[in-house]
């Protein structure tokens, strides 16, 4: 019985927005119970459509998804009962207060007022919400407000979440709190299937993750198997005069050790394997060939080494 | 495939689509209603205000300063013409407030219709929950006002209450403003909403039998033929056969009508709401 460990599944999932646009290509993907899976792309490349489609507000052009083996297309209501939803952006009910907008959402699940009260208490607590709890939810800040949306969308204990770049626009020290809630949520068992487009997130929370462009699936495991890809152990940044930076790449290409060099917007990126005095052969290559290098800088193989090998683009913006 | 059960003994039981629907309708209809708790001090003076100043101008200060209205028949068979518009006037504006006014700011900036959307329940019951809700905020503001239309006028009002018509007619109305309402909401945003008063409700009730019957028109009858499809004439006429002794337009149209508007206006404005939350 392996498939009793899935809770998502899509096949050759497929969206086609009116005018032509193909958001989501024929996309398979599968999720086990109990892990954080992460789809991660750039702005554009489908996350929010693939995700509302598994959420039933977007209806696919052709494919598949199932939610706990739920067909979301054939029965929406039924598959509304078992998800829970972080949109991308704020959808608190303004009329309400915080205690209210998780009170409400239990009832609208069924929960009757006792059950309702005490689960919104419980998870106000559970959240550090609870000396909010009688504010009008636009008093809250970024942080609290995203907190609250987590905790209304896992109170009707719903198979899985999804949530949509949680931490887009949050300062550093929210961004850590949310996902100090994420690792708390993993750790009792909630399955939960979220998208980014911050690699340092995905590498961080995510069990295993998708890497999508355009709507098609670009590679999936977890982020050591991502980056093992690479085949490199380290990665050389280089930095000289732009127009000197094609050439250059081209430069170290050749350089021992170097696998490739690509040039990524104003830099050169270099993966490599056999590390050991790597930074005094770029120097001497690139001085060679007359190119001054303003700076070089070393780092392990990331999941931006990944994006870029398989896109020849950086992810970030 | 096979069922995956959830992470954590589930605290709700996973119910059939027909039973979860029917409880989540009843609790979104719970929180229309808290919200209106919350907002009673906007929404009596709301509601009360402008039909107190229209009974309070046409029927208590013309007659007192001698400048009657209600042509031939009087000052006194004008208080009772205008007690039925009065009602239905309160009725239809109530449904765009509170249904339509909500939902063009949830569709609008905030998108917080989200959430309720993502209750367990078919689209188009969130849309018709709307609607209800429009029926049952615009019944409580008929019972607010219709002591002001029967007791401000100086002049007596000859109420002739005909209860199975009213007791049938005042459902019926609420439910087609409140689906106006719905059908309003879907069809204009934040940007566009001034014109809901400006070109769309203005005319209807400048046009909608408030202050004549509908078969005094008959001296203009191309005016009197376009105003049918003003709903609001409907129900203006169907409170005049409701409450009094006035002439109106006869039920054998009244009831056909209002039917049919509900109807259209449930139809698009589910139709509306869908092309809303759903891509
Ligand atoms: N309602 C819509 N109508 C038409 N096109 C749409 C619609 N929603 C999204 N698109 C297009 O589909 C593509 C994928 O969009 P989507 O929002 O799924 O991307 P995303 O990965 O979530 O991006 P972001 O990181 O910016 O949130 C984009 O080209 C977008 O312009
Ligand atoms: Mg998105």
Known sequence: ?317 | MSTVSPPESPLVPRRSPAAASRVAFAALLLRDAVVLRKTLREFLPRTLLQPFLLVFVFTYVFPKIGQGVGGAGGEAAFSTILVAGVIALAIIFQGIQSVALPMVQEFGYTREIEDRVLAPLPIALVAVEKAVWGALASLFSALLVFPIAAFVPATPVDLQVNWLVLCTLTPLCCYMCGALGLFFGTRFDPRTVPLLFGIVVIPITFLGAIYYPWQALEPIRWLQILVLANPLVYMCEGFRAALTDSPHMSLWVVYPALVGFSALFTWQGIKGFARRVVS
């Open chain 1, 1 to 317: 019985m392996t498939v009793v460990d899935e809770v998502i599944r899509t096949e050759a999932l497929t969206k086609d927005y009116p005018g032509g646009i193909r958001a989501v290509d024929g996309l398979d993907l599968s999720v086990r119970s109990g892990e954080i899976f992460g789809l991660l792309g750039p702005n554009g490349a489908g996350k929010t459509t693939t995700a509302g489609m598994l959420t039933t507000r977007v209806v696919p052009t052709s494919g598949s998804a199932w939610v706990a083996g739920i067909d979301v297309v054939a029965h929406p209501v039924a598959a509304k009962q078992v998800i829970g939803v972080v949109p991308q952006t704020n959808t608190l009910d303004r009329s309400l207060s915080v205690f209210e907008n998780l009170y409400f959402h239990g009832r609208f699940f069924g929960m009757n007022a006792r059950t309702a009260r005490a689960e919104a208490d419980r998870r106000l607590e559970q959240f550090r919400l609870t000396d909010r709890a009688t504010q009008p939810v636009a008093a809250l800040s970024g942080g609290m407000a995203q907190r609250l949306m987590v905790a209304r969308a896992i109170l009707h204990r719903p198979a899985t979440i999804f949530l949509d770049e949680p931490t887009a626009g949050l300062d550093p020290q929210s961004r850590l709190a949310l996902w100090e809630v994420l690792g708390e949520l993993h750790a009792e068992g909630q399955t939960i299937l979220l998208t980014t487009h911050y690699m340092e997130e995905a590498d961080q929370l995510c069990d295993r993750l998708a890497i999508i462009d355009h709507g098609r699936l670009l590679a999936l495991g977890s982020p050591e198997e991502l980056k093992a890809t690479t085949g490199a152990d380290t990665i050389v940044t280089v930095v000289a005069r732009p127009d000197a930076l094609d050439r250059l790449a081209g430069v170290l290409a050749g350089v021992a050790g170097v696998q490739q060099a690509v040039r990524v917007d104003e830099q050169v990126v270099a993966q490599v394997e056999g590390a050991d005095g790597i930074v005094p052969r770029v120097f001497t290559a690139a001085e060679a060939a007359g190119i001054a290098i303003t700076d070089v800088s070393v780092a392990e193989p990331s999941l931006e080494t990944v994006f870029i090998n398989l896109t020849g683009k950086d992810l970030r913006e």
